[in-house]
């Protein structure tokens, strides 16, 4: 199949998953009132369900999983490493102990989304600037070591932050925050969140082939007449700008970056210009999906990030398994 051959079918299999998302939940709407509601032609009940609760959650879920699947495919591509995931530079872990500050703080819902998404560019920005005044040695090992020590402090902060919040008021928005979920996403949520993962998404998509050359190492590119350092720094600042966007939104969603660009790189290969697109389609269905059992499953909402480990566990189990082949 060639490529917009592929990405065509992904695109009515996401369109296909949406409309049936619109249908599932404790108001049953049959296809016809869906359609009619979308129209503006059904009662006032089902309108309010399909455009004040349902089309904002579809539209969040695959905003999410685009966005995360996209930053976990870059950030694969640029390590040469499918074992890599957007978490990998601190990202989550910022975006995680800026709102568990603003919930702490009791800041208004819109300053906490502000405080993730301040928290995560800080982290990476944190991790850039170690990394860099380290001289010698693997400039990729460097990077991908002081990720997890900036993630481990922050972690350790957020762990402080929720031992002195409050236990009845506080630290239940805490946790359900850290675990990620799209329950009360609203079109104010995912709006102001569009031109932060366009402004990252646009680069990766102009630098594609460029990328590709980098994913073959530093002296090819060189050889090629790119500066991979700063390829590099602008591939970084792009995902984590994409990944700390939706992360303001969702909470912490775990996995999605990890999985999905592996699957996609099984069906479309390694090119990144057939990767990217391909994962933003995936991951957002997938997550589409996740987000509807989620919300169905059981009476409680089970949060996302309990179901993203449940099927990333077991697949990164495997990716472990198998990673001697490397990454080509």
């Not at 455009?51 to 959650?57: A, F, K, M, T, V």
């Not at 009845?168 to 932060?196: E, K, M, R």
Request: proline share 5%; aromatic share 6%.
């Amino acid at each position: 199949m060639t490529r917009f051959g592929l990405n065509g079918a992904l695109s009515v299999g996401l369109v296909a998953l949406a409309f049936g998302a619109l249908l599932v939940g404790p108001f049953g709407l049959t296809p016809g009132q869906t359609v009619a509601a979308l129209l503006g032609q059904a009662g006032d009940q089902a309108q309010i369900v399909v455009w004040n609760i349902r089309l904002p959650r579809v539209a969040g879920a695959c905003l999410v999983g685009a966005a995360l699947a996209s930053a976990g495919a870059s950030y694969q591509a640029l390590f040469r490493n499918p074992l890599v995931s957007p978490d990998i530079l601190g990202v989550s872990a910022g975006a995680g102990l800026g709102a568990v500050a603003g919930i702490f703080l009791s800041l208004p819902v819109v300053l906490i989304q502000l405080s993730a998404f301040v928290g995560g560019l800080a982290a990476v920005a944190v991790v850039m600037a170690v990394a860099s005044a380290v001289r010698g040695g693997d400039r990729v090992l460097t990077l991908v070591l002081t990720g997890v020590v900036i993630g481990a402090l922050a972690g350790a902060a957020t762990s402080l932050l929720k031992v002195l919040a409050d236990p009845y008021d506080q630290l239940p928005a805490i946790t359900f925050w850290l675990l990620g979920s799209l329950a009360s996403v609203t079109s104010a949520d995912i709006l102001p969140a569009l031109p932060a993962v366009t402004l990252g998404l646009v680069p990766l998509v102009l630098l594609r082939w460029r990328i590709n050359v980098l994913s073959m190492g530093d002296e090819e590119a060189r050889a090629l007449g790119i500066e991979a350092g700063r390829m590099r720094l602008l591939v970084i600042a792009a995902a984590t700008l994409v990944t700390a966007s939706v992360t303001a939104v969702a909470g912490v969603v775990g996995w999605v970056g990890l999985v999905i660009p592996h699957i996609a790189r099984m069906l479309v290969g390694p090119g990144f210009g057939r990767l990217l697109p391909a994962s933003a389609l995936i991951g957002a269905g997938y997550l589409l999906l996740v987000d509807t059992a989620a919300r169905t499953l059981a009476e409680i909402e089970v949060p996302l990030g309990i179901l993203t480990a449940v099927i990333g566990a077991p697949v990164f189990v495997w990716l472990l398994a198998s990673g001697r082949r490397g990454w080509t």
